[in-house]
């Protein structure tokens, strides 16, 4: 491991549009609020990573907290895994949860970023595996709204050689949700695999219902049909439905992700980079699926993503969304329907500075 010392924590928040509106049971979402967080080394690097902050308001809360986590190693030397220990010890009165553990994440992100790019390694290489291609499935869009629209949108999502997209139900019958299913494989070709997300929406026999005309479908996967942290009624959903259940976006760390697993709540997993942990606690999560031959996907942030299914001994579906493409000077590629980590030293991410002056938030 190189010897880096932290000199400083910079973040700067903005807000990007996106190209589809993102209509979930829970909101419309139209723009992004990413906060782009640089790690600056005494020995002149700096490692990269963003978070998605959900709501504008999140930002400088995580802004602070991040001035918090700067106090706590300026000066001192850059090893992720023990720096995250003593940073839950510091932060354990107020609870390793929700905006804590997204700050703490990015700066653990940003910090093996940096360790790579001194290491002269894509970040991928860096953590022992390969830059291999990683299939993915385009998250861009198929939010709540009319079947006319799911269609056109649908074939849109095709560019690049998708073979999947994500499609977000919810809606207010199951007669509706079979509808907006229907619509988009209408338009789609028959080989294109299809993952529901139902954001949380439904209660358990609500799920249960709309899962079993869902199995007659089949869709690759339905995500999040209940309450994410509902692990005994996650469970009765994986053991009565035929369709594979998927969670996991919303694990707060690898103890949650062990909870779920012994709960038997699930079929499939996607971590997120943000709640997991970093990359030190992706790792962890991802030593827990391959000891239990559990698929695991991502949740969001590809770029970084990217790299760290290469080394995932289960690595399953990488989730695409272009939302940083707005704000970096080299947006990731995807090239029949994989996305293949850059062969840039880290993990690839490089600001342009134009576009974060014009996406700035005030």
Known sequence: MSELSVRAIRATAVEVPMRFVLGTSAAAVRAAPLLLV???????????????????????AIVSLLGAVEDAVKGERIDPAA????????????????????????FDTACWDALAIAANQPLAEYLGGSLRPIPAYNSCGLGLMPAAALSDEAEQLLGG??????????????RDDLAALDAVRKRIPANIEIMVDFNQALSVEDALERGRALDATGITWIEEPIRHDDYRG????????????????????PCSMIEALDAQACDYV????????????????AAIA??????????????ISAHLLAVTPTA???????????????PLQVVDGKVTPPARAGNGLIWSRQAVARYKMQ
């Open 234 to 253: 996650c469970a009765r959903l994986a053991r009565e439905l035929r369709t594979p259940i998927q969670i996991g976006e919303n694990f707060s760390g």
């Open 270 to 285: 996607m971590p997120d980079l943000e709640r997991i942990g970093g990359v030190t606690g992706w790792r962890t999560a």
């Open 290 to 303: 391959a000891a239990r031959a559990l698929p695991m996907s991502s949740h969001l942030f590809p770029e």
């Open 38 to 60: 640089d790690v600056d080394t005494e020995e002149g690097i700096t490692g990269r990573t963003y978070l998605f902050c959900y709501i504008k308001a999140a930002a400088p």
């Open 161 to 174: 050689g998708f073979g999947a997209v994500k499609l977000r139900l919810g809606y207010p019958t199951l």
């Open 316 to 330: 399953h579906w990488l989730e695409y969304v272009d939302w940083a493409n707005a704000v970096v000077e080299e």
């Open 83 to 106: 720096t995250w220990e003593r940073l839950a010890k510091r932060f354990r009165l107020i609870g390793v949860e929700g905006i804590v553990r997204m700050a703490m994440a990015a």
